[in-house]
């Protein structure tokens, strides 16, 4: 999102910047010109005064003064001036020889002079634009135009001071976009940051850590607002949470003294009945399948209500001691149990919560490896981030795709291994004791078959 809105502030930013620049360098640019038209105007006015008699003095002393004044003026201002009649032949003009233009913008300021109008608004010429910039006055004698004062002026001093006032404008426009940048990185980092706390603490309730909560400060009001909100659908949520906890552990415990006086009931009624009576094993059977159930969803419940004990623990030497605890159980059925990787690594887990959780994916491990296969439980450490892997590797029959994407959901069990012992609640209790250290669990194929099962607890304290 920041770096969606980010770029928004700062093109409607610039845009309300060059809105603003446009305008103004095109005023500067005019000002200049009028400035300098101006100039020209008072020029002319003042050498039409002295062309005024300059007819009836029959070449004299008049028209030498004009010529004089004329080639001094284009001496020192390097401005073209001359003196037309109405049939534009040159009375005089500096320098010698410059007669009226045919065309372009200097005929049409002599033609509007003839009118009687001075020139007033010639056309902008722009920095790029090496144009001259012609004005003209009418010299009127007894309230007729008898000739026309023509100046022709160089512009190169005129576009360097615009294109000098044009940077100027630009350094500024430049300055007040930094500001206006550093304000929007100000701006959007106060509005986001109430959102990027809120989606931080969403991540941690939805990986299991129910005490986070917002922080309400800082940020827009409604931001403010839906933080309070979101707080306090934690709080009814994590209370939801524990209330269904306490009724599960509390459900499993009251229901194992009676499930225990009728297993033993159903024990003493079958030492009454005759030898040979095949239904007394079958409810026997059924009575203890539904106390491991009992005794499942009572560890499923301390598991989710208990906190992690984080400790820096030789990961390693706890695998390898889980092995050599379970390799009695896979001698008896008939499977390698082996352990490799790493000899010593370390990482921050809860000891019993990790050997506990071992203790599940190495059961089923075992216990769905037929006769003569092999289970394999490896130590590696991971790159990056920095977390051990603990890898058991079975020989089973494995899962499929879609078996894959279920497996770890409560009592979830494959339709292929309905005939297996067991409540289908062993993996999620190892899910819930790694994510309360916050380590994880993950299950892929094992090649050529088999399940591959990967429980990872970090290196660095959560």
Not at 251 to 257: F, V
């Amino acid at each position: 999102m920041h770096a969606r809105l980010l770029p928004l502030l700062i093109v409607l930013m610039a845009g309300v910047l060059l809105a603003l620049g446009f305008p103004l360098a095109a005023s500067l640019a005019a000002t200049q010109q009028q400035r300098v038209v101006v100039d020209r105007i008072d020029d002319t006015a003042r050498f039409a005064a002295l062309a005024q008699y300059v007819s009836t003095d029959g070449g004299g002393e008049r028209e030498s003064t004009l010529r004089t004044e004329l080639l001094q003026y284009q001496e020192v201002y390097g401005i073209r001036a001359g003196v037309f009649d109405r049939d534009g032949k040159p009375i005089a003009s500096a320098p010698a020889g410059w007669t009226l233009p045919t065309g372009g913008e200097a005929f049409t300021a002599y033609s509007e002079a003839l009118a009687g109008r001075r020139s007033h608004d010639p056309t902008q010429i722009w920095p790029w634009q090496h144009r001259s910039l012609p004005v003209a006055s009418p010299v009127v004698r007894d309230g007729d135009v008898v000739a026309v004062v023509l100046t022709d002026s160089p512009t190169g001093a005129m576009r360097s001071r615009i294109l000098r006032g044009w940077l100027l404008l630009a350094a500024g426009e430049l300055a007040a976009m930094i500001v206006a940048v550093m304000a929007a990185f100000r701006l959007t980092g106060w509005v986001l940051r109430p959102v990027r706390v809120l989606d931080r603490v969403t991540h941690d309730i939805a990986t299991g850590r129910m005490k986070s909560r917002v922080a309400v400060s800082g940020g827009p009001p409604e931001l403010r607002r839906l933080a309070r909100s979101f707080n306090e659908m934690a709080d009814n949520v994590e209370e939801v949470l524990d209330q269904q906890r306490a009724f599960v552990a509390d459900a499993s415990h009251q229901l194992r003294n009676p499930l225990s006086a009728l297993l033993l009931r159903i024990e003493l009624l079958g030492l009454e009945l005759p030898d040979g009576h095949e239904e007394i094993a079958s409810v026997q059977e059924e009575g203890k399948r539904l106390a491991s159930v009992l005794d499942d969803l009572l560890g499923l419940a301390t598991a989710e209500h208990a906190e992690a004990n984080l400790a820096l623990t030789d990961i390693a030497a706890l695998a390898a001691e889980r092995v050599e605890a379970w390799r009695p159980v896979a001698e008896r059925d008939g499977v390698e149990l082996g352990y490799g990787g790493a000899a010593a690594v370390t990482g921050w887990a809860d000891p019993v919560a990790l050997s506990s959780a071992l203790d599940a994916v190495i059961d089923n491990a075992v216990k769905f490896t037929p006769g003569g296969g092999r289970v394999l439980v490896t130590t590696e450490p991971r790159g990056g981030p920095g977390a051990v892997d603990v890898i058991v590797a079975d020989g089973g029959p494995g899962l499929t795709g879609d078996e894959l994407a279920r497996i770890g959901d409560r009592f979830w069990r494959s339709p292929r291994h309905q005939n297996v012992d067991g409540s289908g609640l062993g993996l999620s209790i190892a899910q819930v004791l790694l994510a309360q250290g916050g380590g994880s669990i993950a299950f892929a194929p094992n090649e050529p078959h088999g399940l591959r099962v990967t429980l990872t607890v970090p290196r660095t304290a959560p």
